[in-house]
Nanobody
Framework: QVHLVESGGGLVQAGGSLRLSCAHS????????MGWYRQAPGKQRELVAT???????NYADSVKGRFTISRDSAKNTVYLHMNSLKPEDTAVYYC??????????WGQGTQVTVSS
C-alpha cells in the first residue's frame, strides 16, 4: 500500500507561482515513477509531468518551460514548481505513483485556481 498526500494548491493570479508537494509513504519500490496529473471541469485527466527514481523527467507540451518537477528522496516528497501560471492551468492536481509489478496509486487531489 502506498499513501500519497498532496498540498500547496490555492488561488493565484495569472503570472503567479505555486509549489505543490506530494508526500509519499508505504511500500515504495526503489525503482518507480512519480507524477502529477490534472483534471479540469468537464475534461479528462491529463499528464502534467513525471519523474523517475533515476531523475528522468517528462512534461506535457503545455507546461514545458513553466513547470518543474523534482523529488527529495530524503523527505519522500515530490514537488511541482509552477511558474507563469495561466487561467487554463486551473484544475485539480493529482499525485501519482507507479512501479513495474506494483499497483498504481493516486492522491486525493489539490485544487489550483488561476484567476485572470
Amino acid at each position: 500500500q502506498v499513501h500519497l498526500v498532496e498540498s500547496g494548491g490555492g488561488l493565484v493570479q495569472a503570472g503567479g507561482s505555486l509549489r505543490l508537494s506530494c508526500a509519499h509513504s508505504g511500500s515504495i519500490f526503489s525503482i518507480n515513477t512519480m507524477g502529477w496529473y490534472r483534471q479540469a471541469p468537464g475534461k479528462q485527466r491529463e499528464l502534467v509531468a513525471t519523474i523517475t527514481s533515476a531523475g528522468s523527467t517528462n512534461y506535457a507540451d503545455s507546461v514545458k518551460g513553466r513547470f518543474t518537477i523534482s523529488r527529495d528522496s530524503a523527505k519522500n516528497t515530490v514537488y511541482l514548481h509552477m511558474n507563469s501560471l495561466k487561467p487554463e492551468d486551473t484544475a485539480v492536481y493529482y499525485c501519482h505513483y507507479s512501479a513495474l509489478g506494483a499497483n498504481q496509486y493516486w492522491g486525493q487531489g489539490t485544487q489550483v485556481t488561476v484567476s485572470s
